[in-house]
């Protein structure tokens, strides 16, 4: 039996049950996880206690997420890719510091006041620092589609960001919308880092692993979590608030394994496919991730909202197809010359 489908006017290839029987589990997979992550993490930054303390402690939160990773990310390297090599510390190091304190931030503007729906519509534009940051450099190269895709995403989410809200502390914060802009700029710095460990392991004669990545990146990312956390007096506060509210310490570990298996489907999706294929499936499930909390957590949009929404979803799928066209043409060049 074969399968053969088509996405954004773009078809895919033919593949047997058994790889159909793959996708599904992968793709499934992410879906399950990360749709529960974000519900679970909307839950948690917005969690009051019955005494009516809130849930204030960004860094904690962080390392107990690491904690998970490094344990399941540590397991399945030993399971399935031999254990945990010797490896370049020092960008592994860099990268795993740069991308927790990315999190921090979107969780911290998410404390201070921005709803999930405008949080990850703007993590949604990580092209603008990475746009900026080569532009200032001078070797920037974008086409007017690609900026028109990064316009009508920030136009979305500052549309649904102004837009009325039903919750309290309905308008976003200024320190959570600073929050958010510090996430991005890590975000477009995490790339550059990526970029410079896999450099460093091929200069060494070695090729990434999926689990020994996740485990080596989230081991960074659980110390510089922890240090943070102790510095800024959060540990010891947010234990024993964990420990006083039974209700969101079972919430933060649920938010947690839902990450470190989110993650391990997403490095079985990449490694059974291409990266191409998980690219499709976190975008469109990010979409997903809005309308499920605009839906289940109380968040009333007007016509503004709505419309801000629409635009922002129009540009992430504009995104998408390109990434799918550009993929597509490489292929048939490639068949060409073979």
């Known amino acids: 039996i074969f399968f053969r489908g088509s996405f954004l006017g773009q078809p895919f290839p033919s593949m047997s049950s058994v790889e159909?029987?793959?996708?599904?589990?992968?793709?499934?997979?992410?879906?399950?996880?990360?749709?529960?992550?974000?519900?679970?993490?909307?839950?948690v930054t917005s969690?009051?206690?019955?005494?009516?303390?809130?849930?204030?402690?960004?860094?904690?939160?962080?390392?107990?997420?690491?904690?998970m990773n490094i344990i399941f990310g540590g397991l399945l390297a030993?399971?399935?890719?031999?254990?945990?090599?010797?490896?370049?510390?020092?960008?592994?190091?860099?990268?795993?510091?740069?991308?927790?304190?990315?999190?921090?931030?979107?969780?911290?503007?998410?404390?201070?006041?921005?709803?999930?729906?405008?949080?990850t519509l703007a993590k949604s534009s990580k092209m603008i620092p990475v746009m900026v940051g080569s532009l200032l450099l001078g070797n920037a190269k974008y086409s007017l589609r690609e900026y028109v895709h990064v316009f009508l995403i920030v136009l979305g989410t500052v549309l649904v960001g102004l837009a009325?809200?039903?919750?309290?502390?309905?308008?976003?914060?200024?320190?959570?919308?600073?929050?958010?802009?510090?996430?991005?700029?890590?975000?477009?710095?995490?790339g550059g880092e990526q970029r410079k460990l896999k450099a460093k392991m091929q200069s060494v004669g070695l090729?990434?692993?999926?689990?020994?990545?996740?485990?080596?990146?989230n081991f960074y990312m659980g110390i510089t979590a922890l240090g943070f956390a102790v510095a800024l007096?959060?540990?010891?506060?947010?234990?024993?608030?964990?420990l006083a509210n039974?209700?969101?310490?079972?919430?933060i570990g649920k938010f947690a394994v839902c990450s470190a298996a989110g993650q391990g489907f997403i490095f079985f999706t990449i490694s059974t496919f291409d990266s191409l294929v998980s690219t499709t499936v976190t975008t469109t499930r990010k979409i997903f991730s809005v309308l499920l909390s605009i839906f289940t957590k109380g968040h009333q949009l007007n016509s503004q909202g709505w419309l801000g929404i629409g635009l922002a979803f129009l540009g992430i799928l504009g995104e998408l197809e390109e990434k799918v066209s550009a993929n597509r043409k490489k292929m048939s060049a490639e068949q060409k010359q073979a």
């Open 246 to 251: 039974p209700e969101v310490f079972m919430a």
């Open 164 to 190: 009325k809200k039903s919750k309290p502390g309905a308008p976003s914060s200024l320190w959570g919308i600073l929050f958010l802009v510090g996430s991005l700029v890590c975000d477009g710095v995490v």
């Open 78 to 119: 030993v399971v399935w890719e031999g254990g945990p090599r010797r490896v370049p510390q020092k960008e592994y190091a860099i990268s795993g510091a740069v991308q927790v304190t990315a999190k921090y931030c979107t969780t911290a503007a998410m404390i201070a006041g921005v709803s999930f729906p405008v949080a």
């Open 207 to 217: 090729k990434e692993r999926n689990f020994e990545m996740q485990f080596y990146t």
């Open 47 to 67: 969690y009051v206690a019955p005494s009516g303390d809130r849930f204030v402690y960004p860094w904690f939160l962080q390392v107990l997420e690491a904690f």
């Open 20 to 43: 159909f029987g793959k996708l599904l589990i992968g793709a499934g997979g992410i879906y399950v996880c990360f749709l529960s992550y974000g519900s679970l993490q909307e839950d």
């Open 233 to 242: 007096q959060e540990a010891l506060p947010g234990l024993r608030f964990c």
